[in-house]
């Protein structure tokens, strides 16, 4: 529901739009970085390889010069030619051809084609809004419903979508997105018989938000926080915002989070509670991995206790290169891990085994570099190909599109959101983060993304600019 994405004041064309949608999908540096790496490895091996042609002497014993003092001549009897080819060629020509147009990989051409992308992902996004209203339609052509309403009492989990208006973007009708691909995903689970889809309508006066009024169809409930209590006669004007929530859009999103909170926790009686903004489309996997990581996942205590589960992390964010040591220890295993590998294939083509440290350290840098390079975001999506091969990362502060509660933790994060006032510098994203150092307790992040955060149009502006 709110955005990530840093949008311009007027962001009426596709041009105006490009530029922030290219800053903040790759705000890493270029490419030239590895040129230049590439450059210092070559200086190096040839230094090496001219050290290693100095004739010896009459015993047959190399002299001892600085370098040979210094890094012992024997480590640097590694083929120069084969390592500069495969850098060179994987590095400066095939690397770049395959991805350029590939948005989170370091070659990506953002300057040429961020306009091209931005105007298809616009036209693509409203392609998906008509698919979302033909659903809408052909349900209530059908006069298909979510069915009765659900007895009281203990669920599994509650699937609570927080929505609110746009003044901007509302052909995109990312809440009917949302609610039609929950329901679609939930008609399709045979193992979701427990879980319902509750609708929080947070805008004010409610009934101005035709979207939440069409989507509380699919809804096993709908509940809405701004409700006119009875005394003024019909037709008069809505009941005004609080001052407090007009001047503080951050503690407005606060309070319309406790409030959506509560009412899961009190209508559903739940075990967890899945709380969604209104523009995180689920992905067509979210459901066999929640139940991993609710059922055989949770029998770890440590996994058990955690305060919260995001199940989305942005993916410019998702690089190696973040000050997060689990990533750097992940990128080295993966070095190591492709390094040998490469070794064992030179093993069997040359016909005999490499060993020079060197070259096993040079591969090793080369599977780092190639990982970097491609893009982390990418190689996640191999994990898709089982739940069981998801993986769950400490949490950083951004961002809360899709966050996952046990039911005790989330009663817990009520008071102290409660206690806590939210303000510019200080958002609900990164109170709930202080919230587990406060509590002493962890918070993960699932790895690849569960969700799809597909808003362009941040509810936050939105709102002010309507108030």
């Known amino acids: 529901m709110y955005l990530p994405l840093t949008l311009t004041p007027s962001p009426a064309s596709p041009e105006a739009l490009s530029l922030s949608l290219s800053q903040s999908l790759h705000p890493r540096p270029p490419p030239c970085l590895i040129i230049i790496i590439i450059i210092i490895i070559i200086i190096i091996l040839c230094v090496c390889q001219i050290s290693l042609s100095v004739p010896a002497d009459g015993n047959g014993n190399m002299p001892r010069n600085w370098l040979c003092r210094a890094w012992k001549c024997h480590l640097w009897d590694i083929p120069v030619t084969p390592f500069l080819l495969l850098y060179i060629g994987t590095f400066g020509i095939f690397l770049p051809l395959i991805c350029w147009d590939l948005p ?21 996004s409203l392609e998906e ?3 979302a209203v033909r659903y809408f339609e052909t349900i209530e052509a059908e006069n298909r419903s979510s069915g009765p309403e659900p007895e009281p009492g203990a669920c599994e989990l509650v699937i609570t979508v927080v929505t609110t208006p746009r003044s901007r973007g509302r052909d995109h009708r990312y809440l009917l997105r949302t609610v039609s691909s929950f329901h679609r995903l939930l008609s399709s689970c045979p193992d979701c018989a427990s879980y319902r889809l509750l609708l929080c309508n947070v805008h004010q006066p409610p009934g101005e938000h035709t979207d939440a009024v069409r989507a509380s169809r699919l809804a096993s409930r709908t509940v809405q926080r701004h409700v006119r209590e009875p005394g003024p006669p019909a037709g008069s004007l809505p009941l005004p915002p609080s001052p407090t929530e007009v001047d503080n859009l951050f503690e407005k999103e606060k309070k319309d989070y406790i409030f959506c909170l509560n009412q899961s926790l009190s209508l559903f009686l739940p075990r967890h509670v899945l709380l969604v903004e209104d523009d995180a489309v689920p992905r067509p996997d979210i459901f066999p991995v929640l139940r991993d990581l609710l059922r055989r996942r949770s029998a770890k205590r440590q996994v058990r206790e955690s305060l919260y589960l995001k199940l989305y992390h942005p993916e410019r964010l998702q690089g190696y290169l973040n000050p997060e ?143």
């Open 325 to 467: 040591p689990m990533r750097l220890a992940e990128w080295v295993g993966l070095g190591l891990v492709g390094g040998s590998a490469l070794a064992l294939a030179a093993r069997r083509v040359v016909g005999k085994p490499t060993r020079s440290k060197t070259s096993f350290l040079l591969l090793v840098v080369y599977c780092m570099g190639l990982a970097e390079m491609l893009g982390r975001t990418y190689l996640l999506e191999l994990r898709r190909c089982s739940p069981q091969l998801y993986a769950l990362a400490p949490v950083t502060e951004c961002c809360t599109p899709a966050m996952v509660y046990p039911a005790p933790a989330a009663r817990l994060v009520v008071r102290y959101l409660q206690h806590v006032h939210c303000r510019p510098g200080l958002a609900k994203d990164t109170v709930l983060y202080q919230a587990l150092s406060l509590y002493g307790q962890h918070g993960y992040s699932v790895e690849p993304n569960l969700v799809s955060h597909v808003g362009f149009y941040s509810t936050l502006r939105a709102w002010a600019e309507a108030s």
């Open 129 to 131: 809004a008509r698919k």
């Open 104 to 124: 989170y990989s370091h070659f990506y051409q953002r300057k040429s084609l961020s306009l091209q992308r931005t105007t298809d992902y616009l036209t693509n």
